[in-house]
């Protein structure tokens, strides 16, 4: 079939869809959703069989849904309708949840059913949610729908549905959202948090100064008096709640008279409120319109807060919050590095340069990577970078960073290593994965192992040394040229990966613990001298030191020369900027 997407954005569950229907054999094309007259005018050009919206915020023109089927995929069970249905399904507490399709109508979300799917839900930020339950469940259901298009079948109205348990839902406002810490426990309080992250967080305020908390894990020993700042980590700031406490990892500081933006009447028609995050001068002020950690957001503020430390640093502490956590089961050490959205700062990467250094030190055999649950790595941190006073020597100091720990693990000689991909990774994140012995994803994991959608960045993390031998130049050249999403099945196809494991996560970690002890048992001893005299041998041939040269040297142009692309696209990217046309890579009925 032809299928167009109609998209606000080429998100991770957009991609996943792409990949998958391409898989399948389905010609794909996408169009942002940018003006109706450009929707219209793709649906001409294309002639598509069938127009999908994967995720949109606003609906689908009259003139489009009347003359095609349009199907809408809605991350909420049947019945369920308008822009904040995640967000009150955790909030509410929802035990299970679900993703159906529907066609579009005059009436958001109120058309016919083609397919659900549900889930059962977990105690997550909404974005991970999304992420992982409700992007399976969507390409299930969407699967499902185009069977049942392809079929000749008819969408079921919701008015002969069996059971629904939906209901229309409004737009979740700031009120909804607040927290009140002399009363909510901290279960509340994770709730509300979770439920607003990644966006728009919590509108609430630090150290007497507004600000939109998010990213919250819990604690179990700290405590205090109710809304207190009890303590620092790292990014991080521990707040007392009435029961215990709550850390808060990231936050978005807002000037006095904007803490309640997102509830003004402007808000209410686009569902997540994303014009608040415009760059808003106000005065000699502006305000951020990204996430930064939270110790650094108040780094002033934060400086007399006592900190934290972990008794053992790397330890895995499992009743704290901690971002690189190591265990042990046998011969095999793992290595979780759970940073926000895979973003790795400068100080990230030499914590956990440090720590990898330190696992590798341990009477182990296997050291396995482990990364997030949401994301492996996305490379340096974009967010960090646009708000150092110079972002240039920012990039400059992350890429040297990233680069240590991938020439690290390239140079360990004492394990073999493995990168375990639970989560998607892009950019240098999928490179530094690459610098492992070997690569295993999670069957639904989405890679973008290419750099140039951030303005013609060259990369580096060794990329030049690692992806030749695995896919050839040409297969090298074609993978950063076309730009496109990978699934883990198609990474292990063209060799970039070595394995894919289970799609679900508890059983992807157990088939990682397995495989991994089955590669620290027999054979062992004849692999690691193998992989030292493969190192050794390609240094003869080429030192890793010339390669990492090479590399930064078309980095140094792209932040210190004179072209700003780099610049201009982190800015749009961090600003979370709309789009105004459609890469070509992806809109392929444009000419
Ligand atoms: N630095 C800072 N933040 C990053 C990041 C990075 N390298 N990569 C992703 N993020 C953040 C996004 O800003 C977004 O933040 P939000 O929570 O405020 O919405 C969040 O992670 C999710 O990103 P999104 O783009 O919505 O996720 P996705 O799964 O749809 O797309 C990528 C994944 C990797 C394709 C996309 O995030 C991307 O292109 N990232 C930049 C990669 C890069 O160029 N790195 C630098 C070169 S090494």
């Given amino acids: 079939m032809r299928i167009l997407f109609l998209t606000h954005g080429f998100n991770s569950l957009t991609q996943r869809l792409f ?29 598509p069989d069938l127009v999908l919206a994967p995720f949109l915020k606003r609906a689908i023109p009259e003139s489009i849904w009347r003359q095609h089927v349009c199907l809408i995929v809605h991350p909420g069970i049947v019945g369920d309708r308008g822009p904040s249905a995640l967000d009150w399904a955790i909030q509410e507490g929802e035990a299970e949840w679900g993703v159906t399709v529907l066609q579009a109508e005059a009436e958001m979300d109120a058309g016919p059913v083609w397919a659900t799917a549900g889930f059962p839900m977990r105690r997550a930020k909404k974005a991970s949610l ?80 507004p600000c939109h ?43 006095a008279n904007s803490a309640s933006a997102d509830n003004a009447p402007a808000q209410a028609g686009s569902p997540d409120g994303r014009s608040e995050t415009r760059w808003t001068p106000a005065g000699r002020h502006f305000l951020y319109p990204f996430k930064l950690p939270a110790t650094l957001a108040f780094a002033a503020e934060s400086a007399s807060i006592p900190e934290a430390p972990l008794a053992g640093r790397f330890t895995a502490d499992h009743v704290t919050w901690q971002d690189i956590r190591y265990e042990e089961a046998g011969a095999v050490g793992f290595l979780h590095f759970d940073f926000l959205n895979g973003a790795m700062g400068t100080r990230q990467c030499q914590r956990l340069t440090e720590a990898f250094r330190w696992a590798s030190t341990r009477p182990t055999r ?27 020597d920012e990039s400059w100091a992350n890429i040297n960073a990233i680069d240590d720990l991938a020439e690290a693990i390239l140079r360990c000689e004492s394990h073999l290593t493995v990168a375990a991909l639970a989560g998607n990774a892009g950019a240098g994140g999928c490179f530094l994965a690459r610098a492992c012995d070997a690569v295993w994803a999670r069957d639904g994991v989405i890679l973008n192992p290419h750099y140039r959608n951030m303005g013609n960045l060259h990369g580096s993390e060794f990329w030049t040394y690692l992806l030749p031998p695995r896919v050839g130049t040409d297969g090298a050249a074609a993978i950063m040229r076309h730009r496109l999403p990978l699934t883990a099945a198609e990474a292990v196809r063209i060799g970039f990966h070595d394995a894919v494991l289970a799609g679900d996560t508890a059983a992807f970690r157990v088939d990682v613990a397995r495989r991994a002890a089955a590669m620290a048992g027999e054979g062992f001893t004849q692999r690691i001298e193998d992989k030292r005299a493969r190192r050794a041998c390609d240094e003869v041939e080429k030192p890793l030191s010339a390669w990492r040269a090479e590399e930064l040297a078309e980095m140094r142009r792209n932040f210190y020369g004179f072209d700003p692309s780099y610049h201009v696209a982190r800015w749009h990217f961090v600003a979370r900027s709309p789009h105004s046309w459609t890469p070509r890579h992806l809109a392929r009925h444009r000419p």
């Fill in 130 to 209: 999304y992420r992982q339950e409700v992007t399976e469940a969507a390409v299930r259901a969407v699967k499902e729908a185009l069977a049942r298009f392809g079929r000749g079948e008819k969408p079921t109205s919701l008015a002969i549905l069996p059971d629904v348990r939906g209901c229309p839902r409004p737009v979740m406002r700031q009120a909804d959202r607040a927290i009140d810490w002399r009363r909510d426990d901290t279960a509340t309080i994770l709730r509300k948090i979770d439920a607003a992250d990644g966006f728009p967080g919590v509108a609430d305020s630090l150290f007497g100064q």
């Fill in 213 to 255: 908390l998010h990213d919250a894990w819990p604690e179990a020993r700290l405590r205090g008096a109710p809304g207190e700042i009890v303590a620092r980590r790292e990014t991080a700031l521990c707040r007392a709640t009435v029961d215990g406490a709550v850390w808060i990892g990231h936050v978005r500081r807002s000037l």
């Fill in 19 to 47: 990949a998958e229907l391409t898989a399948l054999g389905h010609e794909v094309s996408v169009e942002f959703d940018i003006a109706d007259s450009v929707s219209e005018e793709a649906v001409a050009l294309f002639q």
């Fill in 366 to 392: 296997v050291l396995v990577l482990m990364g997030g649950g949401d994301f492996w790595s996305n490379g340096i941190h974009l967010n960090l970078i646009e708000a150092a006073e110079s972002p240039a």
